[in-house]
């Protein structure tokens, strides 16, 4: 499960009991009566007339809230409004259109527009009603029905309408390949009563489709295919600087192309005072500045040109923060596990397996050893990382020692299309640190490489019989990892590996990335604890030619095809777990990814200026929505330096 959210950044970055039917837990509109509890027979889809509306879904265990709270347990529902926050991003940006899997979308642009069900920040993959009042699905999970709000409206007045859920859908399929792909097994969307809309599904018991869908954007249909100010048609499959229309809590206020972005707190937006949305969005304006690099931003954030500051660089972190106003107390430091413990983590280097130089196993292995961690860890790092064995690193969901029980019978069958080693011994990445331990994991480089057909010819390692030199190119996303990605270069230099770095700027590299434009890229991917269909765009092969999918490594592997299908298709948590743990072992085994790094906390520094709840939500920080500007604090902070 994965949520569709507009960005340019990327963030790399309980106790309740499990459900094990087939069904999602779910928060009704009244205790259920005997009659109720009894099992749902199959419908496909459920019939108008026997629907039971929910308030609330989640795939791990029941919501925590029932039908009729009042607020989040994490929020101040007495949090006052006003104020501003100031943001960065780096780069450029040259759309407003949310939906596009082209252009550069603008820092923010998912402010004015609501979903059809909100996610609560203290669970896990659960979502309450937003758009929507009430969902309804039948057990075998074939459709769901989305009940809308009678009070939901668009920021001029009109109210949001089936039409208009019906339309984003089919735009969003037809539009973006990316989500095409992740919502492809929703076959259709129709109005199916005066505020619902059913989405049907093209197969069965896929417990997750139900909150995927609850994910949608929905877009004003009236305002797309109409005409601007000056008398011009829209087009949803455009990119466009106009302001877009929504339904949210914020809209834009002013566009400074490429330079900024100016959000305003709609003062009567329609969905204020939901139990979903008590305490949250109490700033007046958000601004997004931009700035051509990193190095510059941070400079930027030390003169007070904005406010917050996700910090990225464990060196900078632990060099660069002996400024006046953090020595003064005007600049916080603080770290927080919170939006660590709802992701499985992995960061590191992904081959393009487009290409032939990476297409044998054996090679992208010698790249495994060539790189050595531990002294990274010691010259540019403070300790401050770890080092990942599994694409759910910190997670339950993290394969570990030999396979057995139902994990092992979800990989007995694909024996001969899997690695052995699956079966014999569970992953484990390199280590170094020391000469000796550097000299031998560049030997088994080494011996890797000749079984792969590379020789050693003059210091340089060339394709055995066609004398071709191992050479390749690496694109990063600006500046921010030179160093160590330099240092991984220096360790395949002692092999005769030829690695170029090439970093650009976040524009071009969107694009090439886009266009699978590269040989080698540096990316994470923060996975949910419910993984499902959002697997297939990851690793599947029909993602690997999808022009937006995230199978950046251009994976084609039926047997990992089998692999995700059975975590879509698990029916309940046990299964969900062992699935996943056996696609983890196999994904690790073809090492897809040469893992480099991840952290276990953010590290956040922040003008004083804000307040918030006493106690954060267990998922995540709440920044910028369920924060405060405090004007007592923001009263004894000097003038931003200009």
Sequence with gaps: MTNFLPSRRHVLLGGASLVLAPRLAFAEDAAPSAAEKAPIQPAAPEAAATRQWRTGLSLIGEPKYAAGFERFDYVNAQAPKGGSIRLSETGSFDTLNPILSKGDPGAGIGLPFDTLMKASEDEVSTEYGLLADGVSYPEDYSSVTYRLHPQARWHDGKPVTPEDVVWSFTQLKELNPSQGFYYRHVASAAQ??????????????????????????????????????????????????????????YK?????????????????????DLPVNVGQNNVDRIEYVYFRDDSVAFEAFKANQFDYWFELRASRWATAYDFPAVRDGFVKKERYENPYR????????????????????????????????????????????????????????????VPEGQELAFLEPLKGKIPDS?????????????????????????????????????????????????????????????????????????????????????????????????????????????????????????????????????????????????????????????????????????????????????????????????????????????????????????????
Excluded at 252 to 272: H, K, L, Q
């Design 192 to 249: 199916t009563g005066e505020r619902e809309v059913t989405f049907t599904f093209d197969e069965k018991n896929n417990r997750e489709l139900p909150n995927i869908v609850g994910q949608l954007i929905v877009l004003p249909k009236h305002w797309w295919t109409g005409t601007d100010a000056n008398g011009r048609q829209r087009s949803i499959s455009e990119t466009t600087l106009e302001p877009p229309l929504g339904s949210g809590p």
């Design 252 to 272: 834009v206020a002013s566009v400074n192309a490429g330079r900024g972005i100016v959000f305003e707190r709609v003062e009567d937006y329609w969905g204020a």
């Design 342 to 401: 709802t992701a499985g983590l992995m960061i590191g280097f992904v081959p393009n397996l487009r290409r032939p130089l990476f297409q044998d196993l054996r090679v992208r292995q010698a790249m495994n050893y060539a790189l050595d961690f531990e002294t990274m860890q010691r010259t540019l790092f403070y300790g401050e990382y770890k080092r990942p064995n599994s694409f759910f690193f910190n997670s339950d969901l993290a394969s570990s020692g």
């Design 422 to 642: 699956v079966f014999t011994a569970p992953y484990e990445n390199p280590v170094g640190g020391d000469n000796t331990k550097i000299r031998d994991n560049l030997r088994r480089a080494v011996q890797l490489l000749k079984e792969a057909g590379w020789e050693q010819k003059g210091g340089r390692l060339v394709n055995a019989q066609t004398d071709a030199p191992f050479a390749f190119e690496i694109i990063l996303n600006g500046d921010t990892l030179g160093g160590m990605v330099g240092q991984y270069q220096q360790s395949l230099k002692r092999i005769g590996i030829e690695m170029t770095i090439r970093p650009v700027d976040p524009s071009q590299y969107i694009n090439r990335i886009r266009a699978r434009e590269y040989d080698m890229i540096y990316t994470g991917l923060a996975q949910s604890l419910s993984p499902g269909n959002e697997q297939y765009d990851y690793w599947s092969s029909g993602a690997a030619d999808q022009a937006a999918s995230q199978n950046y490594a251009g994976i084609k592997n039926t047997a990992v095809d089998q692999l995700i299908t059975n975590v879509v298709q698990a029916k309940d948590r046990d299964t969900l777990v062992a699935a996943t743990k056996a696609l983890d072992r196999v994904l690790l085994a073809n090492q897809y990814m040469i893992p480099s790094y991840v952290g276990v906390d953010a590290r956040i520094a922040l003008w004083d200026r804000f307040s918030h709840p006493e106690k954060l939500p267990e998922y995540s920080i709440g920044w910028p929505a369920l924060w405060w500007y405090d004007e007592a604090k923001a009263a004894k902070i000097p003038a931003p330096r200009t």
